[in-house]
């Protein structure tokens, strides 16, 4: 992307204030041209003298034969985090069709990459992905959005016994890994040089929204625990209608813990966070209500439903961490009582 040019002065279409020392440094006076260009972090960067872009980072994976799928994938998505945009992997040609799936499902499972460039043996992926149209508050509104359907619908396809709800809901799973490794890589972009001091709050910013989107994860991960429970629960009798009204009371009040947390931290809201957390204590009313009606359940069925009890419950407590981490957002940029 080029430049776009900013007047310093004059009938200018933007307005801009910089430092008078950096301007003076760089011999700049009344009308010259500023060259300003929009960084893979969304932040900006403002050059007296037009130049070419940096070039872009490049990651080169050696495979020697004994990788295996797994350990090349967590190197590719490694290198896509800290911020690399090409990723060129080498390779014996007798391993060329491995790497290629390998580097294909990699492609898959993250937001922007593509295959740019292929050898009899090397391939070199791209990140195509622009943060500044995907930022990491987007992220999180869709990873809570994701999460908050996948617990609903996890509790309605072990009610219904529907093996295609149950496996929709493990699928939904792979979106909200996506969009936290977008998170991720943000993060590591925002922190990849030392900033100035009025780039620290952003930075700050980011980084709660790094914790945010693991603790979104890991919702996401309790509401794929439920749904794997289906097998374990499509025969079993006794879980009459008041069963099913408890466990959709407690699904009710995790969501509604969740919800109350993310739109406290939308609105920067700290009553609504703190009165997220309280209502942890009602929820966990809940739970142990719920335990101790499976605890007279045996086998497989006590441990799948055990499963249910646990993960409607360790939702809400990650749903009271977001609030908590809201709280010290919300403290960072209030600029109130500063």
Known sequence: ????????????????????????????????????DTESDGSVSVRPRSGERPQIRRKIFVEKGEE?????????????????GLIDIRFSPDRGPFVRR???????????????????????????????????????????????????????????????????????GQDVNRLYWMVAKQYHLAHSAPLPASDR????????????????????????RIASTLPALSGAKGLDSKFWKEVDDARGSAVGILDQAFNSLVTRDIEGANSAIDHRADHQRLVDALAARVSTRKGEELLALGAVVDSLGRTAVYAAEIAEETIDLAVLTNTEDS
């Open 68 to 84: 295996s799928r797994d350990h090349l994938i967590r190197k590719m998505i490694g290198a896509y985090v800290t911020g690399f």
């Open 102 to 172: 390998t580097a294909r499902e990699f492609c898959r499972l993250v937001i922007g990459p593509e295959v740019i460039e292929e050898t009899r043996n090397s391939i070199v992926v791209q990140d195509l992905s622009d943060p500044t149209e995907l930022s990491s508050e987007k992220c999180l509104r869709r990873m809570h959005l994701t999460v908050r359907t996948m617990l609903e619908d996890a509790i309605l396809a072990i009610k219904t016994s529907d093996e295609s709800l149950a496996h929709d809901v493990s699928l939904r």
């Open 201 to 224: 709050t952003t930075a700050a910013v980011i980084h709660g929204h790094r914790l945010i989107g693991k603790i979104l994860e890991r919702i996401g991960y309790h509401a794929q």
């Open 1 to 36: 992307m080029e430049g776009r040019k900013l007047q310093l002065a004059g009938k200018s279409t933007f307005l801009v204030s910089l430092p008078k020392r950096w301007v003076t440094n760089a011999g700049l006076k009344a009308g010259d041209t500023l060259f300003v």
